[in-house]
């Protein structure tokens, strides 16, 4: 008889319950996202994509616990965040999740390593402590010789390689990505995917990516269509 090697069930990080967002404007009422249901594991590269004005944006603000949805429910790592209060969210998102956007949002008049520095000054590390492990990542991603430099000194490329370093500072259990190669020229985009890959694969983090473009599909494990504010599709990529 066949031995069946069972199925390793992954801790779930991230959940939407029947999350709803709506907008008002004057007396008219904008809904941007319709009962949406999704469950993201931890572990898991996923893509979220979307035309402009489908909800993408919504949905990340959602994930990213940015914002609160107007009815459901966003559970991170298990906790109910309708549940907690600002300060109990803002630690909770600051520990968890690593932000990385499409135009770096780098303070310009910081060098790489002070910015990579920022967020862990809100979790309370020594001076010490914080320029150590900034250098630590910068080099990791390939910037320790541009550790001084300050954002008008580096390439788009190397900004967003600044970007991730920042993002890694705390280190969160879950990345998401808003558009991180959109504002790149090609090279600079296909190797700031190789870093996403080498963080998911060889680091195993929760890495979530928010896009438009379907050429990032080969970069996932699973793509989550939206349009129109509902999900359209929810389904494994087939690796060639």
């Not at 429910?73 to 549940?83: N, Q, R």
């Not at 402590?129 to 788009?156: C, D, M, Y």
């Not at 959109?182 to 700031?192: H, P, Q, R, T, V």
């Given at each position: 008889?066949?031995?069946?090697?069972?199925?390793?069930?992954?801790?779930?990080?991230?959940?939407?319950?029947?999350?709803?967002?709506?907008?008002?404007?004057?007396?008219?009422?904008?809904?941007?996202?319709?009962?949406?249901?999704?469950?993201?594991?931890?572990?898991?590269?996923?893509?979220?994509?979307?035309?402009s004005g489908s909800g993408k944006s919504t949905m990340l603000h959602l994930?990213?616990?940015?914002?609160?949805?107007?009815?459901?429910?966003?559970?991170?790592?298990?906790?109910?965040?309708?549940?907690?209060?600002?300060?109990?969210?803002?630690?909770?998102?600051?520990?968890?999740?690593?932000?990385?956007?499409?135009?770096?949002?780098?303070?310009?008049?910081?060098?790489?390593?002070?910015?990579?520095?920022?967020?862990?000054?809100?979790?309370?590390?020594?001076?010490?402590?914080?320029?150590?492990?900034?250098?630590?990542?910068?080099?990791?991603?390939?910037?320790?010789?541009?550790?001084?430099?300050?954002?008008?000194?580096?390439?788009?490329?190397?900004?967003?390689?600044?970007?991730?370093?920042?993002?890694?500072?705390?280190d969160p259990l879950i990345i998401l990505a808003d558009e991180p190669t959109?504002?790149?020229?090609?090279?600079?985009?296909?190797?700031?995917?190789?870093?996403?890959?080498?963080?998911?694969?060889?680091?195993?983090?929760?890495?979530?990516?928010?896009?438009?473009?379907?050429?990032?599909?080969?970069?996932?494990?699973?793509?989550?269509?939206?349009?129109?504010?509902?999900?359209?599709?929810?389904?494994?990529?087939?690796?060639?």
């Amino acid at each position: 008889m066949k031995t069946l090697t069972p199925r390793i069930k992954r801790k779930t990080v991230l959940e939407l319950e029947h999350a709803s967002k709506c907008y008002f404007l004057g007396e008219t009422t904008c809904s941007a996202l319709d009962n949406i249901n999704l469950k993201i594991s931890a572990g898991e590269a996923i893509l979220i994509i979307g035309p402009s004005g489908s909800g993408k944006s919504t949905m990340l603000h959602l994930l990213g616990c940015l914002d609160k949805p107007s009815k459901g429910k966003v559970f991170l790592d298990g906790a109910d965040i309708m549940e907690m209060s600002e300060e109990e969210l803002t630690r909770a998102r600051g520990k968890k999740i690593g932000f990385i956007f499409q135009f770096f949002f780098l303070i310009p008049t910081l060098n790489a390593v002070e910015n990579v520095e920022l967020p862990m000054i809100f979790d309370g590390a020594t001076a010490e402590e914080r320029r150590e492990r900034a250098i630590n990542l910068l080099k990791k991603v390939g910037l320790g010789e541009r550790l001084w430099h300050v954002p008008s000194q580096l390439s788009g490329g190397q900004r967003q390689r600044v970007a991730i370093a920042r993002a890694l500072a705390n280190d969160p259990l879950i990345i998401l990505a808003d558009e991180p190669t959109g504002n790149l020229d090609s090279k600079s985009g296909a190797e700031i995917l190789k870093l996403f890959e080498e963080l998911h694969k060889k680091e195993g983090r929760t890495i979530i990516i928010v896009t438009h473009d379907p050429g990032l599909l080969k970069h996932t494990q699973r793509v989550v269509e939206i349009k129109d504010g509902k999900i359209e599709s929810n389904k494994q990529v087939v690796k060639k």
